[in-house]
């Protein structure tokens, strides 16, 4: 047989073989019933095209919006809306293992709400530090780039707070650090390389979850102590998740309130109203701002640090129920926070910004909102540690910018979260430049600009 007839032979076998799976994906697989794009439904090849390109929580919206709340977004992946859906694939119960129970073990003593209050002074130390090189570089230079300033002074709490030692982006003038820029790169690549690693690593996947990586190694072991090499891996995982996810979701915030004056002038009030001095802003007092808190809630609504779907493997034998239906074993399943947030069964007017859905005697038309989809930090044994911290820094920063300073986009007609690509755990890809003016009368000891 000729070279030519040989290659002809095995791109048929290849077509042949191709065309069966995605056949057989389409009309005898157990997921065969649940309704999605039949390209989706049939090859894994487009999700790994829309993850790589950043676009997939959007396509998964779409989707969500053309066929209903389960979704079959691959051969053997299906995404769900319902808030049901939160505990039956994450909640308690639910995939972990041992040495990952005893990390988490380990680490929760650092996140009780006591140990949190502990490094107050910690908090408020990097919250005043960007305040204050934020006043020297606005002096200089009015356009700033918020994005870049809240991801430095995250990164140089979540340092401090993991390794006793920060990264010095805030004290150096606002420089970015190598790692930091590593870690938003490793955030892109991790999105491209994670659809090729479920492709081959199937239950393997769970493990290579935040932790996991460590956790397979740890397996073996049975004391209660961490060694030191496990405690620096442990801390690089803490300031890759726990930085520049409040950075971005900071950044958002901010370019949301920019976009909607109104918004921004009422909560400036209360926020001005409620402290008379910068110091009588703290940690616990910033608990107190109904209204800042419902602005962060509406914006991880609508701008979730990790838009994502985070998808988990169904191990019980022979399936379980999720959100009301049967769903089969070994089965990946998930609900993209983007998608589950701006679906117009679970929110009215999803589009819009709208911080009053979360205030006490919200208006009549976001009654049957179903706020409790709403969980930015995941739940069950894999969620957020950092929920607690996490919380109490978005608080005590968004307060304390919103006391010192004054923001407009230094290009209004930009639409920024439009342009955006969302990665593994981060939609802060390019930022927009912000203003930041001269402080209102009514902090008139603050006006040092
Ligand atoms: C707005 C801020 C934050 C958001 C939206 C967020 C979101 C998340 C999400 C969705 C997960 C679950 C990932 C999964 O299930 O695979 C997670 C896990 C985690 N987060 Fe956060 N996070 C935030 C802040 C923080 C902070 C401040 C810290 C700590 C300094 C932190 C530390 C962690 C750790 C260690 C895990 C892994 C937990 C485990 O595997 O048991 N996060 N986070």
Redesign the pocket.
Known sequence: MGFLETVAILTATWLIATLTYGLYNLTLHPLRRYPGPPLYAAYRLSYVIANIRGKLPFEVLDMHRKYGPVVRIAPNELAFTEPAAWNDI?GPGTATDAA?AR??RI?RQAFTPKAIEGPGGMLLKYADLLVEQLKVSAGREPVQDMSAWFNYAMFDL?GD??FGETFHCLDSGGKSHFSLDTVLERYKLLTILSPLLALFAGDELKKA????RYTKELNKKKEDQLNNPELYENAL??VV??SE??GT?LSGVVYFLCKHPDVLEKVQEEVRAAFKRDEEITPTSVNGLEYMVAVLSET?RVF???GFG?PRIISSKGGQSVAGGWVPEQTRCSIFHHAAYRYEDNFARPEDFIPERWLVGAPAEFKDDKKEVLQ???VG???????G??YV??RLFLAKMLWHFDFELADPTQQWHERLRAYL?STAIKCERLQQRQCEQSNPAVCTL
């Open positions: 994450y990952h990390l988490r680490y979540t707070f993991s979850e935040m932790m996991g995982t803490l998740a726990g996810t409040t979701l991880m979730p640090p990790a985070f930015p930090f995941m044994p894999r969620g957020c540690i950092g929920k911290l996490a820094e978005m755990a």
